[in-house]
Structure formats: structure tokens, C-alpha cells
């Protein structure tokens, strides 16, 4: 139960003959909740004519079926989820985003966040560009329509904007003809696809995603790659294919749902993998292992098969509440993690708790679960983490924006242990988060655990460009 926004989810589907479309997406998208609950969005491609309708809400509340049945049939369609923050929350912001240019329509949806948007935008602004949103969606927007101008396909306009944006990045874009999926150069979030045996591709951020619509998975974009989809079959672009591969570890942590695999590696896996190694390093003596609904309880199972501790069910979740760390205030999520969490009293009282969450970013929301298992009876809470501390902001979509309120920036272990109210606390090692996936130790992304960046740290970002007050905005003061 993190106190961290996650990632967006983004859905492609490119079928050889019109079918409803939007129904495939609706479904793959539901699938996709768990990435994002501020908004979502679907654009349904007719034969060259757009169709789109996005919202902020959850996917069953934005598309109702009549709203559905009036996006109607088409042979393409893409769709997003969306998390929202204080500063880039709200219906504006929701994805996909239709364009119409010069050489036609396109609609895009991105899951990532560019490290030198700021840059591109005021860039872009300065040439006459007028913006609607405040996300970076319309700067890749805009970017690639420059490039689609002066380019023979859509696809020559994606790569050839690639060499412009920069960051994270996992787009799928729709020409009136044409379905594209694009994944920047180092991988940084997931990105795969998948056949059904209609004929239709699926692209999806998940694999989860390809399972809900009845498609076989056929393999992972690969970082760097454009691929586009046709009614002649696939074409892949491998030009910026080749840098580090660096994909964020938290989606094995936590981001993506248990049953996606992610490289060839099931995220459960993952996950107990991560529970096995906090055994090892903290063999304690305790009576149960209770894992914190939802990502908490893959890694409480492998803590528990590798001690030989009995695993308990601690928690029930309510499950008609979204994620806590959706809402924009803390008051708001704390009201949200009392009526998310009841615990099973019969587990608990009288035991000695091991109780293993997925992460802690404040400690606010770990104090009040310590809090609810000591009313609940319990005689001792050993609080372990399957992520190691975090240290550092990250700047490819995980929205710690500052080291200011990560508590481990502040406190020691023991500490922190004392202000969230528990027996003991341990963190996962920063050595094993890098075999999660139970291969060499390469190819992740740490970074808001060891700053170890693989891009260059951007020097300004525009998120809270257009949430200043004018009394407050240096810019403004003295010039009404």
C-alpha cells in the first residue's frame, strides 16, 4: 500500500476487418485499471473517421454502454488509464489525444514522463504552439506532427521524433490507416504484444491486458523499436534500438498486476522472489506473515514458504475503493486507507505479526496499518519492505518528485521503525532488487534507490509551472 502514483496503461487494437473495437478496448482497459483511476479514454478509427470519448473516473464509470455503442465499430481503436496528481489531475489531461494535421488525423497514448518536456514545450510555445493540457502528451503531440509534415509515413514522423523527446516513453499511436506501438530507447516501463485468432494484434502496457481480450502474447516491444501494424502485416523500426536497457523494478514491486509477465518472468514470481530474500535477511521470530492487499501478499507468501512461518490472511480490502494513494490530499487517503482495510482480529490477536508491505514512501500510511493491527491484538508488528528505501525523486513517471517527504531521507531504520509504531523494520537489499526477475542482476532501472539515473537529470520540469499563484510567481509580480 504505497503512497506513490503509479504508472498509466495504454491499449492498442489493429483488427483485419471491422469489429467492435471498442468493446476489445473497453475490456483491455479494465484490465488496466490498476495502472491508473483519474481517467480514461478510448478512440475508435472508422475507416479514417475518429471517434473518441475520455473522462475523468474509472474505466465502468466513463464508459457506460451507451457510451460505448456510440463510439460504434472500427477496425482500430486505442485507450488509456490514467493516474492523476494534484498538479496534472483532471479531465483536461485525459488520454488519448486526437490531432488533426495537415496529412490527416492521429491519436495518441502515452504511458511514461519526458525528462526535457519543459524544454520541447517552451520550445514549442515560443514557435506559436497554443496548449490545452499540462501533461506531456501534446508535447510528443506536436512533436511528432512537425516531423509528420515534412515525413512520407507516420511512422518515419515517430522516429524521427524520438530523436527529440526524451525520457520514458510507451506510446501507441493511430494514423487513419495505420496502428503504431514505441518504446523509448532504454525500456523504461513495458510495453508488449499479443494475436488473437481473429487476426487481431493487441498492444498493451501488460500481458494481463492481452489475456482479457483473448490474445496470445507474442513478445515485448523491445526498447527502442517502432512497430507498426497494418492491414499488410507488421513492420519494425530498430533505429534507436541498442542503448542500456533500464526498465523501473517497481513494476515488479508494484505496479503491474500479478499475473502479467514482464520479460519472461511472472510478476508473482517476482514478487515471492522478493519475499524469499527478506527471509534470508531477516530471519525473525515471529507467529504469522501477513502480506498489505494487493502487492504486499505475493511477497508475505515467499517470506512465509522460505521461514516456514505460517501465512495468514490479516487484511480484507475492501474492494469498491480504489488505491489510496489516488487521492490528491493526505486527510483524503488517510480517510480512504480506514474504510480500505479491516483487519481479520481471529489472525491476529495474540501473535507475533510479520507484516510485509510492497513499500514505504512517508510512513504515514504504514503507521496507520501498524496502528490497525495493534488494536486488532497483536503482540508484536515486524514491519519489512519489498523495496528497498526510497532515496531519490524519480523522473520517468513515479511521482516522487522531491526527497523532501521520503521519510528514509530524514530518519534512520530505527527511527522510522519507532514514528510508524512497529516492533522492527527492514527494508529489501538493493543487491536482490536487482534479481527479482531471477536473471543476471542488468537491465533495471533503481534510480529512486541508488540515483543511479540513466538519462541526464532534467534541470527544470513544468509540473507545477501552471499551478502557482500570481502572488507567489516571481514571473507575474510587478507586471499587472
Given amino acids: 500500500m504505497s503512497e506513490i502514483h503509479e504508472e498509466c496503461g495504454v491499449f492498442g487494437v489493429f483488427a483485419p476487418e471491422v469489429q467492435e473495437v471498442a468493446a476489445t478496448t473497453y475490456y483491455g482497459l479494465f484490465a488496466l485499471q490498476h495502472r491508473g483511476q483519474e481517467?480514461?479514454?478510448?478512440?475508435?478509427?472508422d475507416d479514417g473517421i475518429f471517434r473518441t470519448h475520455r473522462d475523468a473516473g474509472l474505466v465502468n464509470d466513463v464508459f457506460t454502454a451507451d457510451r460505448l455503442q456510440k463510439l460504434g465499430t472500427g477496425n482500430m481503436a486505442i485507450g488509456h488509464v490514467r493516474y492523476g496528481t494534484k498538479k496534472t489531475g483532471g479531465r483536461e489531461n485525459a488520454q488519448p489525444l486526437v490531432v488533426n494535421h495537415l496529412k490527416g488525423n492521429m491519436a495518441l497514448a502515452q504511458n511514461g514522463c519526458l525528462i526535457n518536456g519543459y524544454e520541447l514545450r517552451s520550445e514549442l510555445e515560443n514557435e506559436g504552439c497554443i496548449f490545452h493540457t499540462t501533461s506531456d502528451i501534446e508535447v510528443i503531440a506536436y512533436t511528432i506532427t512537425k516531423e509528420r509534415v515534412k515525413s512520407r509515413s507516420i511512422e518515419q514522423a515517430v522516429v524521427g521524433a524520438m530523436h527529440r523527446?526524451?525520457?520514458?516513453?510507451?506510446?501507441?499511436?493511430?494514423?487513419?490507416?495505420?496502428?503504431?506501438?514505441?518504446?523509448?530507447?532504454?525500456?523504461?516501463?513495458?510495453?508488449?504484444?499479443?494475436?488473437?485468432?481473429?487476426?487481431?494484434?493487441?498492444?498493451?502496457?501488460?500481458?494481463?491486458?492481452?489475456?482479457?481480450?483473448?490474445?496470445?502474447?507474442?513478445?515485448?516491444?523491445?526498447?527502442?523499436?517502432?512497430?507498426?501494424?497494418?492491414?499488410?502485416?507488421?513492420?519494425?523500426?530498430?533505429?534507436?534500438?541498442g542503448q542500456e536497457k533500464r526498465?523501473?523494478?517497481?513494476?515488479?514491486?508494484?505496479?503491474?498486476?500479478?499475473?502479467?509477465?514482464?520479460?519472461?518472468?511472472?510478476?508473482?514470481?517476482?514478487?515471492?522472489?522478493?519475499?524469499?530474500?527478506?527471509?534470508?535477511?531477516?530471519?525473525?521470530?515471529?507467529?504469522?506473515?501477513?502480506?498489505?492487499?494487493?502487492?504486499?501478499?505475493?511477497?508475505?507468501?515467499?517470506?512465509?514458504?522460505?521461514?516456514?512461518?505460517?501465512?495468514?490472511?490479516?487484511?480484507?480490502?475492501?474492494?469498491?475503493?480504489?488505491?489510496?494513494?489516488?487521492?490528491?490530499?493526505?486527510?483524503?487517503?488517510?480517510?480512504?486507507?480506514?474504510?480500505?482495510?479491516?483487519?481479520?482480529?481471529?489472525?491476529?490477536?495474540?501473535?507475533?505479526?510479520?507484516?510485509v508491505d510492497d513499500s514505504i514512501v512517508r510512513g504515514t500510511t504504514s503507521a496507520r496499518i501498524v496502528k490497525l493491527l495493534r488494536?486488532?491484538?497483536?503482540?508484536?508488528?515486524?514491519?519489512?519492505?519489498?523495496?528497498?528505501?526510497?532515496?531519490?525523486?524519480?523522473?520517468?513517471?513515479?511521482?516522487?518528485?522531491?526527497?523532501?517527504?521520503?521519510?528514509?531521507?530524514?530518519?534512520?531504520?530505527?527511527?522510522?521503525?519507532?514514528?510508524?509504531?512497529?516492533?522492527?523494520?527492514?527494508?529489501?537489499?538493493?543487491?536482490?532488487?536487482?534479481?527479482?526477475?531471477?536473471?543476471?542482476?542488468?537491465?533495471?532501472?533503481?534510480?529512486?534507490?541508488?540515483?543511479?539515473?540513466?538519462?541526464?537529470?532534467?534541470?527544470?520540469?513544468?509540473?507545477s509551472r501552471f499551478e502557482q499563484k500570481i502572488s507567489t510567481n516571481p514571473k507575474f509580480q510587478n507586471k499587472n
Avoid: W
Avoid at 173 to 193: E, F, N, Q, T
Avoid at 206 to 228: D, F, T, W, Y
Fill in 375 to 463: 488494536h486488532a491484538g497483536a503482540k508484536e508488528v515486524h514491519m519489512l519492505s519489498s523495496a528497498p528505501a526510497f532515496l531519490n525523486p524519480c523522473y520517468y513517471g513515479t511521482d516522487i518528485d522531491s526527497r523532501d517527504n521520503l521519510i528514509a531521507c530524514h530518519h534512520s531504520v530505527e527511527e522510522i521503525a519507532k514514528i510508524i509504531g512497529a516492533d522492527s523494520l527492514g527494508y529489501l537489499d538493493l543487491q536482490h532488487v536487482k534479481y527479482l526477475d531471477g536473471g543476471d542482476g542488468t537491465g533495471f532501472c533503481c534510480a529512486c534507490f541508488d540515483g543511479d539515473y540513466p538519462t541526464e537529470i532534467p534541470a527544470r520540469t513544468q509540473a
Fill in 39 to 45: 481517467s480514461a479514454g478510448i478512440v475508435v478509427n
Fill in 165 to 241: 523527446i526524451k525520457g520514458s516513453y510507451s506510446l501507441v499511436v493511430m494514423s487513419p490507416s495505420k496502428l503504431i506501438a514505441a518504446r523509448d530507447p532504454h525500456g523504461l516501463h513495458p510495453l508488449c504484444y499479443g494475436i488473437r485468432e481473429d487476426g487481431a494484434y493487441i498492444v498493451a502496457s501488460e500481458s494481463c491486458a492481452l489475456n482479457a481480450v483473448g490474445a496470445q502474447k507474442i513478445r515485448e516491444i523491445e526498447p527502442g523499436e517502432v512497430l507498426m501494424f497494418t492491414k499488410d502485416g507488421l513492420v519494425s523500426d530498430r533505429t534507436h534500438c
Fill in 247 to 355: 526498465m523501473c523494478v517497481f513494476e515488479y514491486i508494484y505496479t503491474a498486476r500479478p499475473d502479467s509477465i514482464i520479460d519472461n518472468c511472472c510478476v508473482h514470481d517476482a514478487r515471492r522472489r522478493a519475499g524469499a530474500f527478506l527471509a534470508e535477511k531477516y530471519p525473525i521470530d515471529a507467529d504469522i506473515v501477513v502480506g498489505v492487499p494487493d502487492s504486499g501478499l505475493d511477497a508475505a507468501l515467499g517470506y512465509s514458504q522460505k521461514s516456514g512461518i505460517p501465512y495468514g490472511i490479516g487484511f480484507i480490502k475492501n474492494k469498491y475503493i480504489g488505491r489510496t494513494f489516488i487521492a490528491p490530499g493526505q486527510s483524503v487517503r488517510e480517510d480512504k486507507v480506514r474504510i480500505k482495510l479491516s483487519v481479520v482480529e481471529s489472525v491476529i490477536r495474540g501473535k507475533r505479526v510479520i507484516l
